[in-house]
């Protein structure tokens, strides 16, 4: 199941049940993790911008993206919340929020899926005792179509609006930010954004429109690094491999490479979301690594497409090089030592191996130790008699 791509959360509190819902977001996206490794190779390959451009092969990337990727996050969050139904219901009323809608959407896939599976899972708890026998499985079928439809509608009309309410309001701040010449500070809105999914929103709907207009005049734009710099989410995904939890270190190579080389960021996203306070890694990273971009006068000619190393490398200016790959660098240097802290230095795995031996020397010395003393005992009640 789903849930046991992340690790579990115990304790009770506010930080507990931040940790809960992050948990249950990411475990939306874990699983679903090779799908969008397929995307993300597809688009590193094949757009117009990737390593062999094939235009019949780059139609598959709209499609995956706007489509598939959101309908599997419902399916994902359905399933969670109430087993097969809930995931059937759930990818159809992710059909809602995805018709008519021009950007991705995976966060409306995640709150639209695992409500519309809780909403068949209590209608499933009303009809289950009123159904007479021979007629469960036609009252299945239709209980789950007619709220899997309802709540697609519901998708189209209400939720999918709101999701776009809330990028256009992400990216409006953003711009906000940038117009008053406070770059640094837009990491604060940028980094939330893009672990909510909305990176593609605000990078090619509000930096990359303005990055154009800047370049025409300068012939380089900072505004195509702000959201795409690598380095964030690489130290972010270092820190994760040396001292995240046992269980997902394994996972973390293959995700640096998607990352870093491959440039898809949503690769590092669902590691966010397990643990939620990381995020303070990727904001201060990026604030960092911006301040080195002013700094150093960094700049590229075009949005790096995608947000790999390659790519940067690609659009940077003759003579560039240094303060690109210096904000790089220090973003990452700055992400991965604030989330090795935020992680405690792995310290907190070691109870977690050893909990259950320190009690066994214990056990068997006090064990030996009664043995003596009976054999003590026996011996002297021979001796007297």
């Not at 489509?67 to 996050?73: A, C, E, F, K, Q």
């Not at 929020?97 to 209608?123: N, R, T």
């Not at 999701?163 to 837009?186: N, Q, S």
């Not at 995904?237 to 490479?257: E, K, M, N, V």
């Amino acid at each position: 199941m789903a849930d046991t791509y992340t690790p579990p959360v115990v304790g009770t509190g506010i930080k507990a049940s931040i940790q809960r819902l992050g948990g249950h977001l990411a475990g939306m996206i874990m699983p679903n993790i090779g799908a969008f490794i397929a995307w993300g190779l597809i688009t590193a390959l094949f757009i117009p911008t990737g390593w062999v451009p094939n235009e019949m092969f780059a139609k598959l990337v709209g499609p995956i993206i706007t489509m598939l990727l959101p309908i599997l996050i419902g399916y994902t969050g359905g399933r969670m919340v109430h087993g097969q139904r809930g995931a059937v219901v759930g990818a159809v009323a992710t059909m809602g929020v995805v018709v008519g809608a021009d950007i991705p959407m995976f966060l409306g896939a995640m709150v639209i899926g695992p409500l519309a599976a809780f909403v068949l899972k209590y209608v499933d708890r009303f009809t289950e005792e009123r159904t007479k026998a021979g007629f469960e499985m036609l009252v299945d079928n239709f209980t789950a179509g007619i709220v899997g439809g309802a709540m697609a509608l519901l998708g189209a009309w209400g939720i999918g609006p709101i999701v776009r309410v809330v990028t256009t309001t992400a990216g409006d701040a953003v711009e906000w930010l940038i117009t008053r010449d406070l770059l640094p500070i837009a990491s604060v809105l940028i980094e939330p954004a893009k672990v909510l999914f909305l990176n593609n929103a605000i990078n090619h709907g509000v930096l990359g429109p303005l990055g154009v207009v800047q370049a025409k005049e300068a012939g380089k734009s900072i505004l195509f690094m702000l959201e795409s710099n690598p380095g964030p989410g690489l130290g972010l995904l270092l820190a994760y491999l040396f001292f995240g939890p046992r269980q997902l270190r394994p996972s973390t190579p293959a995700a640096i490479i998607i990352h870093f080389f491959g440039g898809i960021h949503e690769i590092y996203f669902p590691y966010v979301l397990m643990k939620p306070r990381l995020i303070l890694a990727t904001i201060l990273g990026g604030a960092a690594g911006v301040f080195t971009f002013l700094v150093t006068g960094a700049g590229l000619v075009a949005t790096p497409s995608p947000g790999s190393i390659f790519a940067y490398i690609a659009v940077t200016p003759k003579g560039g090089w240094f303060g690109v790959i210096l904000g790089i660098l220090v973003a990452a240097g700055v992400s991965f030592l604030v989330a090795a802290v935020l992680l405690g230095f792995g310290r907190g795995e070691k109870p977690e191996e050893t909990q259950d031996q320190p009690e066994t020397p214990a056990v068997d010395e006090a064990a030996d130790a009664e043995t003596e003393a009976g054999d003590k005992a026996d011996a002297t009640r021979t001796q007297g008699a």
